[in-house]
Each structure stands twice: as C-alpha cells, then as structure tokens.
C-alpha cells in the first residue's frame, strides 16, 4: 500500500507538532506548512492525499487558501480545524469545498475517523468509478432504463402513440407515469400540439371543475374574468389526468360526457363546446377495487382504459438503477456546476439493495441531495445514511418483543417517550449490529449504512466501550 502524504497548514509550531505525532505513522507522511500561500507552493512540488488546514494565519489565511486549492486540485480533501468558528466561516469553507469543518477543542478519536474517511473519498476519487457524471443530452423528459421490464413500457408506448385511443397508466407512486404520458404525446401525430397535466388530487373538488372545462365571468364570487379550462387549452392535442381515481363522482360524470361526444360547457354558460382532445390518465389506486366500493364509475373505467400501460415499480427493475443513477447525478451535477461528481461501487452496492417504496421519484430525490452535499465530489456511503438506514437485515434486529422496547407505565415519560423508545431501538440496533460484525467498528458502521465517526458519536452517547458488543 503507497504512503498516504498528509500536508498540515498551520502557523503555530506546537500545533503542527502534535498533529505530525497525532497522524504519523509507518503508512502516513506528514508534510508542513506555515499558511495558505505556502501550502499551495507545496501541493505545486509535491503529492498530497489530504489537507489539514488552520483559518486564522499571515500572509494567506485558511478561506482564500481553500478557493485556490480547491480550484487547483479539485479532488484533494481539505478539512479545516480552527478555534475561531463563526456561522459565516462555517458557510464559507463548506461552500468552497472544505470536506469537513472542525472546531477546537475537538475529539481526537473523531477527527481521526474523519480524516481516515477523507483519505478513502480521495482513494474513490482516483481509482475507476462505477458512475461519474459526464455532459448528456438528455433531459428530465427522458426514460431511463433497458431492463426487459421497461422495454415492454416502451413497446406499449410505440403501438399506441399513433393511434387516438384513451390510455390508462398504472403504477405506483413514483414510477413516472408523467413521463410515460408525455412519451405517447411526443411520438402521437399531436406532438406540435399542446400536451396539458393536470393533477386531480391536487386540487380541490369545487377547483377541479373550473380547471377542467373553464368558467365565464360571474360564475362565482371570484370570477372576475372567463377563463378557459384545461380541456380548451388542450384542444387538438392530449390532456394528462394524473390521479384520476381521486376525482368526484360528479365530475366523472361530465368527464364521461366529454369522452362520449367531445362537448362540454364552460361553468355559467349554457354555450356547448366542443374539443378534440386524447385522453391520458393514471392511477396508483387499484380502480376496480374502487368500482366495487362505488368509489369510481365502471362506464367511466372502460373508457379511460381502452388501452393500459402499467408501469413496474424500480425495485422490479433494479437493474436500471445504475443507468438511472449516471442519469441523476449527470443532470444535477450540471444544474448545480459542480465538477465531475463520483459513486463508488462501495454506495451503489447499498442503492442496489434497497427496497426504494418511492421508486425512481426516491431515488432522483436521493441523488439530488447528494450531488448537492458531496464531500469532495464523491457520493460516498456515509452521505446517504439518513435515507437508507433501513436496509438493515430484518434478522439482525429482532425487535417482536415490543415490551423490551416500549415502557409499560407509558405515563411516566410524558413529553419524552418518542425520543426515550427511538433511543432505545437505536442503542439496540448498534449493540447487535456490533455483535453480528463482530466488535468490527468499520464493518459495523458499513452494515448500518452510517460512517464510522457517527458510529463512534453514538457509542460514546450510549456508554458502548470498543469491545462493549451486548449489553
């Protein structure tokens, strides 16, 4: 294993000393320098794996040192240390690229592990990535996918964008079938034509009427001024009616009208319009078990559902998911003007192994979020840990016998019982997590999907010695 060069910035002497005595070692070099000017003389001669820099010196202090090193080595990790912190220099060196921001006195154990996980986003940085974003050419129209399951979408798609029936799109929340809908318009004869979306479970049932077919002026109290309504608006071209299971049993029933003979009225007008418009609906709901609790309309269903696409959920295709990922993470690194954002094998390993309730929404939500907080330009593990804690094996963390974890006498942690039990699965969660890896901090705090730093935080908040594993 090549030494890692770990270059300290600092202008006080002792402190330059305790940190060469703190992180040298038979694999670590350490290097020095007296402030920013002089760190960047030396990344200009020399290797370096990571910065450990100081705010407060002469000549070029910590945050001007930063920009420059930042754009001159952009994949170089850069954590600040200061006994000066203000919101403001917080902000700034986060903002700048620092990939952490440590505070004196700090705990030495911590930033240990913070500078050992620093020293791995500079490994993933260098080493071949399993994604990393480059310019594309799509956009947030485009489907993402070439799983067997998706391409039946797409053959569903290419038989029925020509034609004028009505189409039904099914699926989960989440799935995209926005972007299915906007597909068929795009390859229909009507794609100069107005593609129009209108959500009905969005808008409330006395709005959704005016929406829909538009209204004169003094239909209401509001009604300043006659307004045409989205079926006007999508004249000649498609409607988009997501949610469609959520609308009232009334307004089926003029939607019905419309699907029968293309004619409906403005609300206060007696005038018929009339309009040529391809009908696309969707649904996350189950609409024949809503006919049967008189829920929706059965005449209004089959006409709705000509034709039916249904959309897989992600985790029925969860061999997109990397095709899926370049995509996001490609798109916000370029919407946020970050430079080339990285996923290591290490994180795709745990977004291919969740479950993802919300589908591709989830996952796009997901990414979004970690392009934007990436320590280093690299999506590592740690940094999606919040969101995906969940993927623990049920069989690690057998929790059936609740009174071990909920109080009987409830009453006795009146405004504190929600933190008291979450803290008590939590502590447990670590304890047998520990004991299945076991005592192994890193595989550990890898399971959990957590770093190791907040693995440690929560061993110290816990009373969890090293070898504490069951308690």
């Excluded at 000549?59 to 001159?72: E, T, W």
Aim: a negative charge.
């Amino acid at each position: 294993m090549d030494k890692k060069r770990i270059l300290i910035v600092d202008d006080e002497e002792n402190v330059r000393y305790s940190f060469k005595k703190l992180f040298r070692g038979p694999d670590v070099d350490i290097i020095e320098a007296f402030n920013g000017l002089e760190a960047i003389s030396v990344l200009k001669k020399e290797a370096v794996d990571l910065v450990l820099m100081d705010i407060e010196m002469p000549g070029m202090n910590g945050i001007d040192a930063i920009q420059r090193i930042k754009v001159l080595y952009p994949s170089l990790p850069v954590i600040i240390i200061t006994a000066f912190g203000t919101t403001e220099r917080v902000i700034a060196a986060m903002k700048y690229g620092a990939y952490e921001y440590l505070e004196k006195p700090f705990d030495i154990k911590r930033l240990q592990l913070i500078v050992k996980e620093a020293l791995e986003a500079k490994e993933f940085s260098e080493n071949e990535p399993l994604v990393i974003a480059k310019p594309i050419s799509s956009t947030a129209e485009t489907i993402v996918g070439t799983s067997s399951a998706i391409k039946e979408v797409y053959k569903m798609i290419g038989r029925v964008a020509a034609s004028d029936v009505s189409v039904l799109i099914s699926g989960e929340s989440g799935t995209g079938k926005e972007l299915i809908a906007k597909a068929i318009h795009r390859y229909s004869d009507r794609a100069d034509q107005p593609f129009v979306a209108i959500n009905c479970a969005a808008i409330p049932d006395n709005l959704l009427e005016s929406e829909l077919f538009g209204f004169e002026k003094g239909a209401f109290t509001d009604a300043s001024h006659s307004k045409a309504g989205k079926f006007e608006q999508a004249n000649n071209g498609t409607l988009f009616l997501d949610e469609i299971a959520d609308m009232s049993f009334t307004l089926q029933a003029k939607l019905l009208r419309v699907l029968q003979d293309g004619t409906f009225e403005r609300l206060g007008s007696n005038k018929t319009v009339s309009t040529k418009v391809r009908i696309i609906s969707a649904t996350n709901k189950n609409l024949e078990s809503a006919i049967s609790r008189h829920q929706f309309r059965e005449d209004l269903y089959y006409r709705l559902k000509v034709i039916t696409i249904t959309i897989p959920p992600l985790r029925m295709r969860s061999e997109d998911i990397p095709l899926l990922a370049e995509h996001f993470i490609s798109r916000y690194s370029m919407e946020m003007k970050k430079p080339a954002v990285i996923l290591p094998s290490e994180t795709m390993d745990i977004l291919m192994n969740y479950s993802w309730p919300g589908n591709v929404r989830e996952l796009e939500n997901l990414l979004k979020r970690a392009v934007l907080l990436s320590k280093n330009n690299v999506i590592t593990p740690d940094s999606i840990e919040l969101e995906l804690k969940n993927t623990i094996p049920s069989s690690i963390l057998n929790t059936s016998d609740e009174n071990k974890l909920i109080p009987l006498n409830m009453s006795d942690f009146e405004g504190n019982l929600y933190k008291f039990v979450i803290e008590k699965i939590e502590k447990e969660l670590i304890v047998k997590a520990l004991t299945y890896c076991n005592g192994n901090q890193a595989k550990t705090a890898r399971l959990l999907g957590i770093s190791r730093a907040m693995l440690y935080e929560r061993m110290v908040k816990f009373s969890l010695s090293h070898n504490d594993q069951e308690s």
